[in-house]
């Protein structure tokens, strides 16, 4: 009887040994840093299940090698059953530094904890900007190139309209498997939405009758200057020209309407090439937008500065001279445009040096 009962109590004994041992040695595995000693990323896709992942990190070699390695599968398959993780894998993309534990990538599973991406659409680029940057975005599928302009839109369930103009500059967030039509989404929605709050504040006597020509007119303030101050009172300018039947001449229309052609200068003979988008040629707006006016250039359209101006040239340091009357206009053209300062430029920001000149 005592030998069972010694014998009962070494079994036993034994057993919370062996757990013990067992427990400490699979917490040390989840617990220790994994091999890797540089960053690396992995990429969880849509349905993936814990198998998989644990797959995956053992092809990248992250698990080591030998009983090591062994070791911290069982380990991982041990805590999966006990915890939620298995149940709660996020997909996407994670970010692993030299030192993260197996533990500390299962709870970045469970919480989604995944690589943020973003792209910036800058205020003023015009479409084919916005699809070169996402082109080259990291981390987006792409479905663009796919697509013509017309087929961008009825994607986004705007197919009578064009693109230019309808995409809010701002930085995006977004992680992989986002699509660059989705990104598109939310621009596209952002814009409209800015638009309408403006169009809703609009003053009062606008030689505008839709929102969609704001937008139009918003584009050209936006490509004329990047000076904040200055942006209500080219607006200002152009209303005037409008209500008085004046053609709007501003050099950013035609540039648009040369499209690839041209190469970073406006010549004379542009200004007599007929387009849809020449306003020396062509009285009132453009047939649609130039570019992607940002937030200020929308309500600068709509809220116009009360000006008597209806003439405006760039000094060359991105700033403008606005005169109200052709003497005065000429008068500025001989002293900025004429005898141009070495270090001319129309905008205040070096990386986007175009030709600025407002109407003569």
């Known amino acids: 009887m005592r030998f069972r009962r010694k014998l009962g109590w070494s079994l036993v004994l034994t057993v919370f040994v062996v757990l013990v041992f067992g427990s400490a040695t699979l917490g040390y595995a989840l617990m220790q840093p994994m091999a890797h000693t540089q960053p690396e990323r992995m990429v969880v896709p849509e349905g993936s299940s814990f198998t998989n992942v644990l797959l995956r990190l053992e092809g990248k070699g992250m698990l080591g090698a030998g009983l090591r390695a062994r070791a911290r ?35 970045k599973l469970e919480r989604g904890d995944v690589i943020v991406h973003r792209v910036t659409l800058v205020e003023g680029w015009n479409i084919r900007e916005v699809r070169r940057a996402l ?84 584009s050209i303030v936006e490509k004329e200057t990047a000076v904040p101050d200055e942006r209500k009172e080219i607006a200002g300018v152009f209303v005037n020209r409008l209500n008085q039947g004046m053609r709007l001449q501003t050099d950013p229309t035609v540039i648009y309407g040369l499209g690839e052609n041209y190469q970073g200068n406006i010549r004379s003979h542009h200004l007599q090439q007929d387009t849809p988008y020449n306003t020396y040629r062509r009285a009132g707006l453009p047939p649609t937008p130039i570019a992607m006016p940002g937030n200020a250039s929308i309500r600068a359209a709509v809220n116009p500065a009360e000006t008597e101006a209806l003439y405006f040239v760039a000094r060359g340091d991105g700033t403008h001279v606005f005169s109200r009357t052709l003497e005065e206009h000429q008068q500025a053209v001989r002293e900025y445009q004429l005898r141009r300062r070495k270090d001319y430029r129309s905008t205040p920001v070096p990386e986007e040096d175009e030709n600025g000149n407002g109407p003569s």
């Open 73 to 107: 599968r069982l380990a991982a398959r041990v805590y999966a059953r006990i915890s939620p993780v298995a149940d709660r894998i996020h997909v996407g993309e994670y970010r692993l530094k030299p030192g993260d534990s197996l533990l500390d990538f299962m709870d």
């Open 135 to 218: 082109k080259t975005a990291e981390g987006l599928e792409h479905r663009l190139q796919e697509l013509d302009n017309q087929a961008l839109m009825k994607e986004l369930d705007r197919p009578d309209q064009h693109p230019e103009g309808w995409f809010a500059p701002d930085t995006y967030a977004y992680v992989r498997g986002d699509t660059d039509l989705d990104l598109l989404a939310r621009a596209l929605a952002d814009q409209e939405e800015i638009l309408a709050k403006a169009w809703g504040n609009r003053a009062e006597g606008l030689p505008l009758d839709t929102p969609y020509e704001a937008l139009i007119l918003a």
